[in-house]
């Protein structure tokens, strides 16, 4: 079994240390303001560290589950921060949706130190962490990704390494934000129904009977014409944070992302019209609200 450091217990990560804890591994972990996920694995035996350098000074592998990239770089560096707690053969792994740009800087940093980074972000839900049985989208050097295999499938189901370090970063942003330019074109395509006066079940039987039909329709639809968001427990306010970062990364690539400012401008609006903690299913209501 192995001693891992664990940064960031939100709903995700608080799911994988406890799918760590029943696997039998050594958890030491670092929490930020809500205290219910550090008191839930340190009820189970896990150690609770002072810093982030404390805690990747007690590990063999340091995990981070963040919320934005600034996050992540906040708990790397600096005098208390993980890289300043590395030496040699250790291994640092961001589950985050994190910028590739950043992701490789960190990486040159933590090499310096003798360790290695892997970027790792994830697809599926808590409740899929809490099971094992994440979608791992990896990267980084691939000798030190298969050392550390056993470990990610004791949380994921379907494990890619997918490149160098930052593919997995890029491709999640891709990933992200191709679903999220679909769940604003089913949105307003709902809420076009209304004003059309044509039941929004119609159009999705119309739709799902021909190459239209796909999971996130399914996801939406579950909303638009159920009354169920929880299908996409991801919110408004995350679903900004995820097609700004795509923007943001082509930007760096010298060019413009023609879809994403669509779908970054209603994100955004929803947001300021309050509705950043509703969940991304529920951008119908946005678009109904929108068109009267």
Same mark, same amino acid.
């Given at each position: 079994?192995?001693?891992?450091?664990?940064?960031?217990?939100?709903?995700?990560? $608080?799911?994988?240390?406890?799918?760590?804890?029943?696997?039998?591994?050594?958890?030491?972990?670092?929490?930020?303001?809500? @205290?219910?996920?550090?008191?839930?694995?340190?009820? @189970?035996?896990?150690?609770?560290?002072?810093?982030?350098?404390? *805690?990747?000074?007690?590990?063999?592998?340091?995990?981070?589950?963040?919320?934005?990239?600034?996050?992540?770089?906040?708990?790397?560096?600096?005098?208390?921060?993980?890289?300043?707690?590395?030496? #040699?053969?250790?291994?640092?792994? #961001?589950?985050?949706?994190?910028?590739?740009?950043?992701?490789?800087?960190?990486?040159?940093?933590?090499?310096?130190?003798?360790?290695?980074?892997?970027?790792?972000?994830?697809?599926?839900?808590?409740?899929?962490?809490?099971?094992?049985?994440?979608?791992?989208?990896?990267?980084?050097?691939?000798?030190?990704?298969?050392?550390?295999?056993?470990?990610?499938?004791? *949380?994921?189901?379907?494990?890619?390494?997918?490149?160098?370090?930052?593919?997995?970063?890029?491709?999640?942003?891709?990933?992200?934000?191709?679903?999220?330019? $679909?769940?604003?074109?089913?949105?307003?395509?709902?809420?076009?129904?209304?004003?059309?006066?044509?039941?929004?079940?119609?159009?999705?039987?119309?739709?799902?009977?021909?190459?239209?039909?796909?999971?996130?329709?399914?996801?939406?639809?579950?909303?638009?014409?159920?009354?169920?968001?929880?299908? *996409? $427990?991801?919110?408004?306010?995350?679903?900004?944070?995820?097609?700004?970062?795509? #923007?943001?990364?082509?930007?760096?690539?010298?060019?413009?992302?023609?879809?994403?400012?669509?779908?970054?401008?209603?994100?955004?609006?929803?947001?300021?019209?309050?509705?950043? #903690?509703?969940?991304?299913?529920?951008?119908?209501? $946005?678009?109904?609200?929108?068109?009267?």
């Amino acid at each position: 079994m192995t001693h891992i450091g664990f940064i960031g217990l939100g709903l995700m990560g $608080s799911a994988m240390v406890q799918r760590l804890l029943d696997k039998g591994h050594t958890l030491t972990v670092l929490g930020n303001v809500n @205290r219910t996920g550090v008191d839930a694995a340190t009820a @189970r035996g896990a150690n609770e560290a002072a810093t982030a350098r404390d *805690l990747a000074e007690a590990a063999d592998i340091v995990m981070l589950c963040m919320g934005t990239s600034d996050h992540v770089e906040a708990r790397m560096r600096g005098e208390d921060g993980v890289i300043a707690g590395l030496s #040699d053969g250790m291994v640092v792994i #961001d589950f985050g949706t994190s910028l590739p740009g950043s992701t490789v800087a960190l990486g040159k940093e933590v090499a310096a130190k003798g360790a290695t980074m892997l970027d790792a972000p994830l697809g599926r839900t808590p409740t899929h962490g809490r099971e094992g049985k994440l979608n791992i989208m990896g990267a980084g050097d691939e000798a030190t990704f298969e050392r550390v295999r056993p470990v990610l499938q004791d *949380l994921g189901e379907n494990i890619f390494h997918l490149g160098p370090l930052g593919a997995g970063h890029t491709i999640k942003l891709i990933n992200n934000f191709y679903a999220m330019a $679909s769940v604003n074109a089913l949105s307003e395509a709902f809420a076009a129904c209304d004003i059309a006066g044509v039941p929004r079940e119609s159009l999705y039987n119309v739709l799902s009977a021909g190459p239209n039909g796909s999971g996130m329709m399914d996801f939406i639809k579950a909303y638009a014409v159920d009354g169920d968001p929880t299908k *996409l $427990s991801f919110s408004v306010r995350n679903a900004l944070k995820d097609v700004s970062y795509y #923007d943001r990364m082509v930007s760096d690539f010298g060019r413009s992302s023609i879809m994403a400012k669509g779908a970054k401008e209603a994100i955004g609006r929803a947001v300021e019209d309050g509705h950043g #903690d509703d969940l991304v299913p529920q951008m119908v209501d $946005s678009y109904a609200r929108w068109f009267g």
